[in-house]
């Protein structure tokens, strides 16, 4: 009996894997291909097809298996910020604080640090002087700690319940087990998504 329920536990085990890994490349190619952002390309027409392009192209060359550097990270979510800022020119407010201070070299998962602020793009109200999206990075070579919080949306019932931050959160679960946390909380004003990665 018992060699039943240890294969059966065995292969749930192994469907539970490969769930994860799905969901670490479908994040990973959710960040990749950003519909909210070519949607504003195709409709709006304030930024042209080929920044747009050349900056996609840079998203696509990445791989999911190879690491890149922190600072490799941070200037492609820089401009993603940039492309979103010329496509929304009727308002989009965003305060970015960066007190990292790794000793040595860090390497991350490629757009690791995309699915939070995507999120609050996508999904916040970024226009008001007096709640614009908040991006904090702070930490060192050994732990991470990246947070965003935007305004909340009251036409969301949940705001955090989207497939972004569905997969992204099975996706950290797959590179950092027992290596990170992602606490998600919202209230009638705000909603903030804080991110700690041990290294």
């Given at each position: 009996?018992?060699?039943?329920i240890d294969?059966i536990?065995?292969?749930?085990?192994?469907?539970?894997?490969v769930?994860?890994?799905?969901?670490?490349?479908?994040?990973?190619?959710?960040?990749?291909?950003?519909?909210?952002?070519?949607?504003?390309?195709?409709?709006?027409?304030?930024?042209?097809?080929?920044?747009?392009?050349?900056?996609q192209k840079?998203?696509?060359?990445?791989?999911l298996?190879k690491?890149?550097a922190?600072?490799a990270?941070?200037?492609?979510?820089?401009?993603?910020?940039?492309?979103?800022?010329?496509?929304?020119p009727?308002?989009?407010?965003?305060?970015?604080?960066?007190?990292f201070?790794?000793?040595?070299?860090?390497?991350?998962?490629?757009?690791?640090?995309?699915?939070?602020v995507?999120h609050?793009?996508?999904n916040?109200?970024?226009?008001?002087?007096?709640?614009?999206i908040?991006?904090r990075?702070?930490?060192?070579?050994?732990?991470?700690?990246?947070?965003?919080?935007?305004?909340?949306n009251?036409?969301?019932?949940?705001?955090?319940?989207?497939?972004?931050?569905?997969d992204?959160r099975?996706?950290?679960e797959?590179?950092?087990?027992?290596?990170?946390?992602?606490?998600?909380?919202?209230?009638?004003?705000?909603c903030?998504?804080?991110?700690?990665?041990?290294?």
């Amino acid at each position: 009996m018992s060699g039943i329920i240890d294969r059966i536990l065995g292969k749930k085990s192994v469907r539970i894997e490969v769930a994860m890994a799905l969901s670490n490349r479908l994040s990973f190619e959710n960040s990749q291909c950003d519909r909210f952002l070519l949607t504003k390309v195709l409709t709006e027409g304030t930024v042209s097809e080929t920044e747009y392009m050349l900056f996609q192209k840079k998203l696509l060359l990445l791989e999911l298996d190879k690491q890149q550097a922190i600072e490799a990270e941070l200037d492609l979510l820089s401009q993603y910020i940039a492309m979103v800022k010329m496509l929304m020119p009727a308002g989009f407010l965003l305060k970015w604080e960066n007190r990292f201070q790794p000793e040595k070299e860090l390497l991350l998962p490629p757009l690791i640090l995309f699915p939070m602020v995507q999120h609050a793009v996508t999904n916040g109200y970024n226009g008001m002087s007096s709640h614009p999206i908040r991006v904090r990075l702070s930490g060192s070579s050994k732990v991470l700690l990246f947070e965003v919080s935007h305004r909340a949306n009251h036409y969301l019932e949940g705001q955090f319940k989207h497939t972004l931050i569905e997969d992204f959160r099975n996706r950290l679960e797959f590179l950092f087990p027992e290596r990170h946390s992602l606490l998600l909380n919202s209230n009638s004003n705000t909603c903030r998504a804080t991110l700690t990665i041990h290294f």
